[in-house]
């Protein structure tokens, strides 16, 4: 348990961070009307947080070495125990399915409209977790995908008349043109690079977007992009947002089924495989940047679709919703959730979007929480809130 | 390959010299405004280069929140500037006691990250290192939004114009002269501690070889708390002076300065110091001549694009060695 000798170290940890957060906490300055405010109970509130979050951390810090040493192969999160067990899934599932069938009619269409959000962000998660989870390629510009996807929507249809649903396929195949079109040169990098160059391509489709009138109207944006029809009957404005709902739902199942098929397959392997050991990989022959190629690709298509969603949702975009923030968003979920997970990731995004959504109050500090939580879960459980479980195959003893 | 590459440079050099060329000889003092703004645009990214420069040479990671530290630093400077300010005191005072602080502080940010953010995953994988470097620049400028201002606040400049330079001020101003001085006197401070000290040696071993360094009795981690110092502490000094020179700040300037502070590491070779310092002037130098002839709004356009050229086609930057990758 906690000793005395703890105590005093987190005590002073406490002084530390009373004294290093007092410039920004405590005083405030108005450099325009010259007024200075002072606010002591900020200190004393560091303080306290200090203390007890340095117990906390030295706490979870000692069990996490102890449990390194006494290390159980078949630490399986109880989701997936549960989920294993046939006379629990069966009903869990139906309820979920239900539920999720239900939802749009029980709850008023504001509710409706934030789960189609939070359902956008599951695709985008999903999607990203290809890129970063099973191929370990830390994709910082994942909403340039999103935004060539949303634009290739908005423009289709108010040059051409483009349908919905006839632009899904033409975006998918847009973000994976662009995906392999940018993953050729820079897969060939480092890691770390790759996360560089990433994030300055989000913000170069960005700027160029905000810059190139004639394309998208600049910072304008595009409005007016009809919502989804059915067989050319256009639903109201209430139907529709249900109708969008059903959709987003249908691409989030057949997500989910493509990954699930993806991560059993061959390229699956591969992409896990290279991310733990890239050499060993070569050595075994297989093709490294192509199959780096084809995790970006089909990350960026998934991207694409989830933009082409988002488009027809708001019906007016502009490049504010394409800021690196979005990818950060998107790659929060993703860590947080559990990387290479699926299920975590659709809890993680369920959670992260839907959370911030409903306590309204405290909304501002949603990415100061973020930034808290990807630190806290990488120093802790680097392996995410729901972790992935990988084919085990046991010996089992031959009963006599 | 190579022989490609280098007669690609060439030619790449050869158009925009020629191009240039013409330009210069048309308004040569437009290109000589264009310059110096470009001197110090260099000092200021030398400035933050540095910190990734040397965090990467001994960790190997890319310490996303050094802009972040920067931010503090031009931040804490302008919070003591103005307490003191309106405690009438005297302002030779007050610069010095701004410079001080900014540069205590950040460095006790610096030092506080990596024992948080870093520390704890010195033996993970390198990508959970990463994400927990991106998560801890995300805190760090909501942090200071929450606790100061969203909004961008007004700077006013520490640095008085200088009676002495008055002649020369229509060709730089006193800021620029200081900036431009300053980095060359850190620099030159920061030679001298990596080459002729203890300390210095000490961190060149912890760059060559860790496990090597510890056996000969180095503490590496303190060397590599030094070493989040050091690149905080020259962080911080660019802070004061970019605020000092545009005249306002707001939580956000570091996320901007440390990408392309980190894209000049890149270019000059990332590890390297000298490496830093040239890709650094290399990179302001170019993006004052492009926007000040080409297109001012697509100014981050053109500082990703050269990252995007360097590491395809010399990924190891202008000072940098090759490396092969080992078993």
């Known amino acids: 348990m906690v000793t005395i000798r703890e105590i005093k170290q987190s005590f002073f940890i406490g002084l530390w961070f009373m004294v290093l957060t007092f410039p920004i906490m405590v005083i405030r300055v108005d450099t325009i009307k010259h007024i200075v405010i002072f606010r002591w109970s900020n200190l004393m509130w560091v303080g306290i947080l200090g203390f007890f979050a340095s117990l906390v951390w030295n706490y979870f810090l000692r069990r996490k070495e102890e449990k390194k040493k006494t290390d159980t192969a078949d630490d399986i999160p109880i989701v997936h125990r549960l989920l294993q067990n046939q006379k629990f899934k069966t009903p869990f599932l139906m309820a979920l399915a239900l539920f999720f069938i239900a939802y749009p009619f029980i709850f008023p269409m504001y509710h409706t409209s934030i789960m189609i959000s939070a359902l956008v962000y599951v695709m985008l998660g999903l999607g990203l977790n290809i890129v970063v989870g099973l191929a370990g390629l830390l994709d910082l510009g994942y909403v340039a995908f999103y935004a060539v996807g949303a634009y290739t929507y908005a423009l289709l249809n108010l040059h051409f008349g483009i349908s919905f649903w006839l632009a899904l396929p033409i975006s998918a195949l847009l973000g ?225 | 390959m190579r022989l490609f590459n280098i007669i690609l440079g060439v030619a790449v050099v050869g158009i925009l010299g020629f191009l240039g060329i013409k330009e210069v000889i048309a308004d040569p003092s437009y290109f000589f405004e264009l310059f ?13 280069a540095l910190g990734y420069t040397m965090v990467y040479g001994i960790i190997e990671l890319i310490n996303f929140a050094h802009g972040e530290i920067y931010m503090i630093g031009a931040m804490t400077a302008l919070i003591v500037a103005s307490v003191l300010g309106l405690w009438g005191w005297n302002s030779a005072v007050i610069v010095i006691l701004a410079f001080v602080f900014a540069i205590v502080y950040s460095c006790a940010y610096g030092f506080t990250v990596e024992k948080i953010a870093y520390k704890p995953l010195r033996t993970a994988p390198r990508l959970s290192a990463l994400i927990s470097a991106i998560g801890m620049s995300l805190f760090l400028q909501n942090y200071v939004m929450l606790a100061q201002s969203p909004e961008y606040m007004p700077f006013e400049s520490l640095i008085p114009d200088f009676e002495f330079w008055e002649p020369f001020a229509h060709i730089i101003t006193s800021v620029e002269m200081t900036i431009i001085v300053t980095t060359v006197i850190v620099m030159i401070l920061l030679g001298i501690l990596i080459k002729f000290t203890r300390i210095g040696k000490a961190m060149r071993a912890t760059a060559q070889d860790q496990v090597m360094a510890s056996l000969l009795g180095i503490n590496v981690n303190r060397i590599i708390s030094t070493t989040f110092v050091v690149g905080s502490a020259t962080a911080a000094i660019g802070g004061v002076l970019i605020a000092c020179h545009v005249g306002q700040i707001n939580f956000y300037i570091g996320f901007l300065a440390g990408l392309k502070a980190f894209i000049a590491a890149v270019l000059g070779g990332i590890g390297s110091i000298p490496g830093a310092v040239l890709g650094s002037m290399v990179l302001g130098i170019s993006e004052s001549l492009f926007t000040g002839y080409f297109w001012s709004e697509y100014e981050d356009v053109f500082a990703f694009t050269i990252l995007v050229i360097i590491l395809i086609f010399r990924p190891s930057g202008i000072l940098g060695r090759d490396e092969t990758t080992k078993v």
Request: charged fraction near 15%; include cysteine; proline fraction near 3%.
């Open chain 1, 176 to 400: 994976t043109m662009f995906g392999t079109i940018l993953g050729y040169p820079v897969l060939r990098l480092k890691g770390d690079y790759l996360a560089i160059v990433t994030l300055g391509f989000g913000e170069i489709i960005r700027i160029i977007l905000e810059n190139w009138d004639e394309l998208g109207n600049g910072p304008r944006g595009i409005g007016n992009i009809p919502a989804p029809s059915f067989f050319g009957h256009q639903f109201g404005q209430h139907d529709s947002v249900i109708y969008i709902y059903f959709i987003v739902i249908f691409l989030v199942l057949l997500t989910i089924f493509f990954v699930n098929r993806l991560e059993n397959s061959r390229i699956g392997r591969a992409w896990i495989a290279l991310r733990d050991d890239e050499i060993a990989c070569q050595a075994m022959g297989i093709d490294k940047v192509k199959t780096k190629l084809t995790a970006f690709a089909l990350g960026a298509t998934w991207a694409a679709l989830g933009g082409v969603v988002f488009a027809a949702k708001t019906s007016f975009i502009n490049p504010m919703s394409f800021t690196i923030w979005e990818s950060i968003t998107i790659l929060c979920v993703v860590v947080i959730g559990g990387m290479g997970s699926a299920i975590g990731v659709i809890a993680g995004a369920l959670v992260l979007i839907l959370l911030p959504e409903y306590l309204r109050a405290v909304s501002e500090y949603r990415m100061l929480v973020f930034g808290a939580l990807q630190v806290i879960v990488m120093v802790f459980k680097p392996e995410g809130l729901i972790k992935s479980v990988r084919k085990i195959y046991k010996f089992k003893k031959v009963e006599e």
């Open chain 2, 36 to 48: 110096l703004g470009g001197l110090t645009r260099g000092s200021i990214y030398a400035l933050i």
